[in-house]
């Protein structure tokens, strides 16, 4: 059984270890292998959102929810981050810079119970490409909202500083095209993220 609040404390534990993304990932692997168990204790999909789980200086937890058919632009993170499935699918297109400019250099499809670890240099685009929402957990070894980084244009591929508030807005677009709403009337992409205590969520 998917228990949130062991899953921070044991994400939170992994940190010591001696490369805590390794760790974070078995812990993601572990968490996904029963995807039923993950939805069971998040919910169901059923909106785009950015779901803060855990965020603190060293350590953000996201539910990250992308509905039918949406893409986000070409972005970094400058972070590691281990991502897993419990349900759809995601598809990645990944970058890399060259003195020409941001280049393709290949993929990564991922559905219910993969995961991926990504190094902090990686700079990816993803898609939903199903007609059903896509749930994943997504674990950051730092501060995800507070540390500056690049997106850049879907078409030109020029490179710009990092605009949080405009991926947010890409998914409550993505919401308003199917007339969904979330709870409160609101997606919640739209929440306002807040430094957490240990064992605290946004559920």
Request: glycine letters at 8%; proline letters at 7%.
């Amino acid at each position: 059984m998917f228990e949130l609040e062991r899953f921070i404390a044991d994400c939170r534990a992994a940190l010591k270890e001696s490369v805590p993304q390794l760790a974070i990932k078995e812990l993601v692997d572990r968490a996904v292998s029963r995807p039923a168990d993950v939805e069971a204790a998040l919910g169901t999909p059923q909106w785009a959102e950015i779901g803060t789980l855990y965020r603190s200086p060293e350590l953000t937890i996201l539910n990250i929810i992308w509905a039918p058919g949406m893409y986000l632009y070409p972005h970094d993170h400058r972070m590691w981050a281990a991502i897993g499935l419990y349900g759809g699918r995601e598809d990645n297109v990944f970058y890399r810079r060259t003195p020409e400019g941001l280049k393709p250099s290949g993929g990564k499809n991922l559905e219910s119970a993969d995961t991926i670890l990504l190094g902090k240099d990686t700079i990816h685009a993803v898609t939903n490409p199903l007609r059903t929402f896509t749930g994943a957990l997504h674990v950051y070894g730092g501060d995800f909202f507070g540390v500056p980084r690049s997106e850049w244009d879907p078409e030109t591929l020029e490179e710009h500083p990092y605009d949080v508030e405009k991926a947010k807005r890409v998914f409550l677009e993505a919401n308003e095209r199917l007339g969904v709403q979330a709870e409160g009337g609101r997606p919640s992409a739209l929440r306002k993220s807040s430094p957490r205590k240990p064992g605290k969520s946004d559920r």
